[in-house]
Each structure stands twice: as C-alpha cells, then as structure tokens.
C-alpha cells in the first residue's frame, strides 16, 4: 500500500512531489565517501553455484547433452526463462548434470537448495520407474522418482555443512527406463554458507500448498456475495496439526455482532470462537494431521461490503473487495501469526497458493479479479466470471459498471485499467502506459511476471492512494503511485514477508524498486535522515508503527528505500542488481525475512556490512 494522508488529491500530488524532492534531487549529487572498508569476517558468507538459474548459458555446467540446460517449450522455469531439463524422453535414458563448487573452511553453515518440478506418464502409485539422483561429492543427498510427481516446483533443501573447505562435485543424476516418460526439472540452484552470527532459517511454515474453490453470487448491486469456499492443504511440520486459524480480515470494518464475513456450516473440522476482534477463526480439525498429509476444510461464506471508497468498501455503484475471502493462518516457529489487522498498512501474512474463484453477477457489472478471468453467460442477466491463479498469496476482485481499456506491455503482459466514473479517458490511458511501463521495469530486474494478466483499477476516491493484490491493484491517478503498487507483485506477491512484523521487506524494497524504474537515482537521500527516538528502526513492527503512524511513512518508504540506495552505493550498481534479482528467484514464491536478505547482501561483498546495518537501523 501506498498510504496517503486524507485530503484532497492535489494535496496528495503535492506530498508526493514534496518527498521526492527531500529524497531524490533531479540533479544526482556525488555520494559521500564512505568510511574504508572493516575487515571481513573469518567466514565471509557467500553463494558458490555459479549459473545456478541457467540464464547465463551453459558454463561452468557440465551436462550429459545439449538439451539438458534449456528454454525449449514443453517445460517453464521457475524463475527467468531457462531450465535443466533431465529425461523426458520415454525410453531407456539417463541425462546428468553437474558443476564442481568450493565451499570455503571457516564457514559454521553451508545449505544447498534447489527447485525441483516432476511430471510424468507414469500411473503407477507405487513403482518408482524412473529416478533423480542428488550427489555432493559420493554423498547421495536424495533420491527422487515419478511418485513424487506434482504439478509446480518444490523447494529442496539439505544441509552440507559437512563438506566446509572442501571442492566437490555437485550432481544430478537422472535415469529413465524403458517406457512412459518422466522430466525431473531444476532451476534457481543455489549453496549458500554463512558463519556464527548468522541467524538460523525460520523453521517450517504450515499449513502449506494450499488451494481455495470459491464459489460466490452477488446481489444486483456487486456489495453482497454469498456462496461457499472450500481449501485444501498439508501438514509440512514435523508437529502434528490439530487445528488451523482462518484470518476474516474485514470484519475489522464492522462489528462482531454484525461482521461484514460470514463462515458458517463447516466441513472437515469444527469452528471456535471468533477471535482478534474476531478477524480470526480458529478450525478444530477432525483428526490430527501428521506431515506431509493433506485434508479439505469448507464452508458457506457471505461477504457484504460497507459503504466507502476502501480497500474493502464500495463508492457508489464501484465496489472493491480486497481481503475478504478467508485465508490460512501462517504457523511456524513461533506459533501461529495471529496479528490484528492494521488500517496504517498491512498485516497480511499467507503463504503463496492456488485459486479459483467463480463469481455469478448481473452482465451490467464488470469484474476485474485477481488471476486470468474468463466470462460465461449465466442466468437472465447474469455473467459468470471464472477467475483462476496460482502461486498467489491472496484474492481480489472489484465490480461495478467500469470503463475498461486493455493493452499489452512491450514483453507480452496483458493490462486491463479499469475506471470508475470521473476517470477521464486521458488519464486511464496514461494509467494503461504507466502501467506496461512498470510491469516490464519490475520484471527485467527482479524476474518475469508470472501472473498472466494485470487488472489496475483506478478512483481518485481512495483515501489510502493505492493498495496492491496479486495480479489487481487499486489506485489514484498518479504514474508514481501505480508503479509502486505494480512493484508489489515482486515485494510482497512473489517474494513474501512477514507484513505485520516485518513491513519494511515489501514497502521500502517497492519504494526502491518505484525509484528504479522510474530512473531515479536517490542520491543523498540518506543524509536527511533524523530519527525521532533510539526505538525508531526501520525494522520496526506494525505494533509500533500503529502507535507512532506520523512516523511510518517517513522511516518505512523513506528511510527504507534510501537504506537501501545507501547499500546500492557501498556495493556497486552491478553488484546491487545481481543481489536483488538472485534475492527474488532464491525467494520465488516463498518468504523472506530481514536476516535472510542481510545474509544474501553479506555474501555479496567481501565488506563486513555490521556498521552498515547498525547506521541504517537495519536489525533481524
């Protein structure tokens, strides 16, 4: 989101124009010299896969043929446009792959990760016919086969710690045999080490893969939808699941006695008490589910939106209805995230999963939806939206009597704007060229948009200025604005947080990524920084950004951004870029924390970044 104080929208251009002057002069100034480099750590952290993506040819991999490391059609990748593609051929065949990598003594941990996708025509269920084999040195890591098929990429990771100041040779092996074929593909391969101080990964978080079937009718108005949602999801903990926690989040914009969502008639396990000012819902489940089991909840959902021009609330005859369908609490480490919903920004914690959403409304009423949208006629008058989506972290749509105007971006993205009434035609275009402008922007530094099509929709109304969902976002009128909110389907839709506990890793890396695309250079920024107290940090919580909110902007779009324009400054625009587009794929649909992105900046540079992150109030 990008806040935006409630005024009139000139006022609001202003204040826009006021912070880029204070951050980003239109004359770039030198950069203050930095203090000489402190001596590295004895472990000096650092990614030893070289071309672990695939995307700068073949080097230094060796490969059993010319079509092991590819971007022919027939399989995706999972980040950028090139792949390993082992087997796939159907007959007696065994294609290898390998690089060697030196993993540096002094190092405490040393990880290596993979993402792995398995199709086959196998039918068996309990046959392992053909198999991938993971080696480090003569160690075999593991063994995959055409029973662990699955239909996206999955995230491996292992423990080679062992192997610190030794050169081994990192392989996969995978073998076909006679019949029936089966790809093993491998992308964003990676070896991270680390010393002492660093932190520990989060431990699991679950439940995981989750996919939701909604189906909804509205009223003859769009501000009423009822129907029934159903999910689907597995135990990835070692800890048995006994229960699980659906966040209603927009029953903060009513009442517990009259909540604007409704859940009712559960299946597959038995609903408590409304909690957190009843945006959460905990779900007793029907028996224990141990890892790696999978089981289905349901239930009858009735959502009625307020009147405002909200995130969730309705202007008029345009109603915008984000973060109304229930959606999995998030348990790890630390229990589940349970946080209260906060109007200042966001709280919105999920993990990335599949949707499909079938919304049954009157023809007079467009609705523009979070995925790829197709229109069936439905009853008298009535059109039938099915919207699909996967690897999303959340759903939203928006109906009403819109005017829609479509495009395509340079690099094939489709964009579809859609105003509410007063928009003038000028504006929505100039909104449909920002948008293909920042879409492209975003997607050639930090990876390519995965999300089909792109929905903006646009009313000078928002008091908020602009709110983002994946694949949707709301809006001003304002080229700044919507770049922001478009950066989001990178910093907080691809690449997750935390966003009540850590809501610097999407606004400030959105800000940063807004300046970038729009070629400012922020130079100097940091020196107007002032801090209002020794608790002010930019790693701060919503819990203090909601009782100091004066502050929040200033420190987590500011000094955030500025933080890290200072980082591309101490490092080197080279080594900037490299650092956030290996960032975004090793986090590609998965969550980041503080630690983790100060881990991966560290292994960047042979600087010791300790000062750094202390100036910077960088902490985590």
């Known amino acids: ?26 004359t770039p100034v030198a950069a203050a010299p930095h203090a000489a480099p402190a001596a590295a750590a004895a472990c000096t952290p650092a ?14 991999w060796t490969q059993s043929s010319t079509s092991v490391i590819t971007s022919r059609s027939g399989q ?3 980040g950028g446009s090139s792949f390993a593609w082992l087997d796939g051929v159907g007959s007696t065949h065994t294609d290898t792959l390998s690089q060697s990598v030196t993993i540096p003594s002094g190092c ?26 993971a080696k480090i040195g003569s160690t075999t890591l593991a063994t995959y086969s055409n029973l662990n098929k699955a239909s996206g990429y999955a995230l491996k990771s292992f423990d080679v710690s062992a192997f610190a100041g030794q050169t081994v040779t990192l392989a996969f092996t995978g073998t076909e045999d006679s019949s029936l074929q089966t790809s093993f593909v491998l992308d964003d391969i990676a070896l991270n080490t680390s010393g002492d101080t660093t932190p520990p990964a989060d431990s699991t978080r679950t439940p995981a893969a989750p996919a939701y079937t909604v189906s909804l009718s509205s ?33 903060y914009h009513g009442t517990c006695s009259a909540p604007p969502i409704t859940v009712s008639n559960v299946t597959g396990g038995t609903a408590g008490a409304l909690s957190v000012a009843c945006t959460a819902l905990k779900i007793t489940l029907a028996s224990p589910l141990a890892q790696g089991q999978s089981t289905s909840i349901g239930f009858d959902l009735g959502i009625t939106v307020p009147s405002g021009a909200d995130r969730f609330g309705y202007d008029g005859a345009f109603s915008f209805i984000g973060n109304a369908l229930p959606v999995l609490a998030v348990k790890d480490g630390a229990g589940w995230h349970l946080d209260p919903y906060t109007n200042n920004g966001e709280s919105f914690y999920s993990l990335a999963a599949d949707f499909k959403v079938t919304l049954d409304h009157p023809t007079s009423l467009l609705v523009p939806a979070t995925g790829t949208s ?20 959340d759903f939203a749509w928006a109906a009403g009597p819109f005017t829609k105007i479509s495009g395509t971006s340079p690099a094939g993205t489709a964009v579809n704007v859609y105003s509410v009434s007063g928009i003038s035609s000028a504006n929505a275009q100039s909104m449909l060229t ?39 976002v709301l809006d001003l009128v304002s080229t700044t604005a919507l770049t922001h909110e478009i950066g989001h389907q990178w910093f907080y839709g691809i690449v997750g947080d935390d966003e009540y506990n850590s809501p610097w890793l999407d606004e400030a890396f959105t800000d940063y990524a807004t300046d970038l695309a729009q070629n400012k250079t922020g130079a100097s920024c940091w020196s107007s920084v002032s801090w209002a107290s020794s608790a002010e940090k930019i790693t701060n919580s919503m819990a203090y950004w909601d009782a100091h909110s004066s502050r929040y902007s200033t420190v987590i779009y500011g000094y955030g951004k500025c933080a890290l324009h200072d980082l591309r400054r101490l490092l080197g625009d080279t080594a900037m870029t490299k650092l956030l587009k290996d960032y975004a794929t090793s ?4 969550v980041s924390t503080t630690a983790e992105f100060k881990a991966a900046a560290q292994a960047a540079t042979t600087t010791d970044l300790t000062s750094f992150w202390t100036t910077h109030r960088i902490e985590g």
């Open 219 to 251: 009223n003859t108005a769009g501000t009423v939808w009822t129907g029934h949602e159903s999910t689907t999801f597995t135990n990835a903990s070692s800890t048995a699941l006994s229960e699980v926690y659906l966040r209603l989040w927009d029953n």
């Open 587 to 590: 986090h590609w649909y998965g």
């Open 1 to 26: 989101m990008r806040p935006t104080p409630r005024k009139a929208i000139a006022a609001r251009v202003l204040a826009v124009a006021a912070l880029a002057a204070v951050c980003l002069p239109s």
């Open 374 to 393: 197709v229109d069936t006629p439905g009853s008298s008058g009535r059109t039938v939206t099915t919207a699909t989506a996967s690897k999303v972290r």
């Open 76 to 78: 995706t990748a999972h």
């Open 434 to 472: 920002t948008a293909k402008s920042a879409v492209d922007a975003h997607a050639a530094r930090f990876g390519a948009y995965p999300y089909g099509e792109l929905d903006a929709v646009i009313d000078n109304n928002f008091w908020f200025g602009g709110m983002e969902y994946p694949g949707f």
């Open 47 to 60: 990614q030893v896969v070289t071309n672990g993506g695939f995307e700068s040819g073949t080097s230094p």
């Open 108 to 133: 405490s941990s040393a990880s290596l990760t993979f993402w792995l996708h398995i199709d086959t025509a196998e039918t068996t269920s309990s046959t392992a016919y053909d198999k991938l084999t």
